[in-house]
């Protein structure tokens, strides 16, 4: 299965995540990782499973990177009807009002043009002292075995 992480970060952990995931999936699985900056909602097909991984700023927003893509997902108004994507996102539940909000919205904005989440969103809190690849790994891997008659079709 074409596996295509897209991330969205501030200080790089983001990007680590997307690194770690690229590792622990390549041996069974054709992988590309992509900063969101470089990545427009014409880039996003049905060829593979998009794996989206965002960090929370400010007030529970997505990271500044995230600008151009909501703002031509927002003006073009794409059709994702046939784009099939998991998201992760990573906070710290110490901003309890404001916890992986970056990913939740990235998530809504996506299904608002269409496209279908796989499996439930994976959520890292910063503050447990656990590493995020550590949460990210098993979580896109049971959502991988969740899903044999997508990854016959990809």
């Not at 003006?75 to 110490?94: E, M, R, V, Y």
């Not at 990913?103 to 910063?126: H, V, Y």
Request: overall charge negative; hydrophobic content about 40%; charged content about 25%.
């Amino acid at each position: 299965m074409k596996i295509n992480i897209v991330y969205a970060t501030i200080l790089g952990t983001s990007q680590m995540v997307a690194e770690d995931l690229e590792d622990a999936l390549s041996d069974d699985h054709e992988v590309d990782v992509r900063d969101i900056l470089h990545v427009g909602p014409g880039d996003l097909g049905e060829d593979a499973l998009y794996v989206f991984i965002s960090s929370t700023t400010g007030h529970g927003d997505m990271p500044d990177s995230t600008i151009d893509f909501v703002k031509d997902v927002t003006d073009t108004k794409p059709d994702l009807s046939s784009l099939n994507f998991a998201i992760f996102g990573l906070g710290d539940q110490g901003y309890a009002d404001t916890f992986n909000m970056g990913s939740e919205k990235l998530a809504e904005l996506l299904k608002g043009a269409g496209a279908t989440q796989i499996g439930e969103r994976g959520l890292f809190d910063a503050s447990t002292g656990d590493m995020p690849e550590d949460i990210a790994i098993p979580w896109l891997e049971d959502i991988l075995s969740d899903m044999p008659a997508l990854a016959e079709a990809v």
